[in-house]
């Protein structure tokens, strides 16, 4: 896999420095593809959901250390639980795998912008929300 | 048990009318008693919930015509689910006793303000909020 820095056309000058400007743009490329890759990710989650008829059309995963820790998706119907909703779930399977109530070293993506119950449970459990990007 | 009519000196006319004001007091006083009575069930639910050391000190009860349906309190700590408050965990129970996703026909008592997370569990879950009155 490609570094960051092999990635862009890095401007070098003799004594080795390297331009900053470059390097950062380079940066943001590839944590933008990062965000890609996680999205993606969690919106298959979101069609496993639908195929299974488990709930609503919504995943969400939770990466640590750039690996998928937990991927769940809407459990409502499956579940007979209205709060069973796919950051709710896959919160849920993260503690429950890292024996932790707590996320803070981990990060969540989600297929859809999350509603107040599961942003209120994003903050409780300290998972991280690395940009505002999502999905839908 | 008393009624709400035995409860207070209603003024009753010749015609057996009966003063409306006086019916009225009577009618919040006596529901004022059964929020009583279900708020300290909550509130018992948070001191149960210590005791077993599932979780914080907090409880909360579903109550459908009068009866309750499901009683339960923090679970934090036994499940390791920072999402398991005791409003959640509470609507969690009564959807499967019930067996049905929404409980527009229940009430809620919470032994305190519930969070963010529990209000759009709340909202989502349909349960009814009959007042403002929380335990604490």
Redesign the interface.
């Known amino acids: 896999m490609k570094t960051v820095m092999e990635e862009i056309n890095v401007i070098k000058a003799k004594d080795g420095t390297v331009a900053v400007a470059s390097a950062f743009a380079g940066h943001k490329e590839a944590i933008k593809d990062r965000d890609h890759k996680f999205l993606r990710k969690a919106i298959e989650e979101a069609y496993k959901g639908v195929e299974c008829e488990d709930g609503g059309p919504f995943g969400a995963i939770i990466v640590c250390n750039d690996e998928i820790v937990a991927a769940s998706h809407n459990m409502?119907?499956r579940?007979?639980?209205?709060?069973a909703h796919a950051e709710?779930t896959v919160?849920?399977e993260a503690?429950?795998k890292l024996?932790?109530?707590?996320l803070s070293e981990c990060e969540i993506y989600a297929s859809c912008e999350p509603?107040?119950?599961?942003?209120?449970?994003i903050?409780?459990?300290?998972v991280k929300v690395r940009s505002k990007i999502w999905a839908l």
Chains 1, 2 share one sequence.
């Open positions: 409502v119907l579940n007979t639980d209205p709060t709710v919160i849920r503690c429950r024996k932790q109530i707590e509603c107040p119950m599961c942003f209120g449970a903050h409780l459990s300290r």
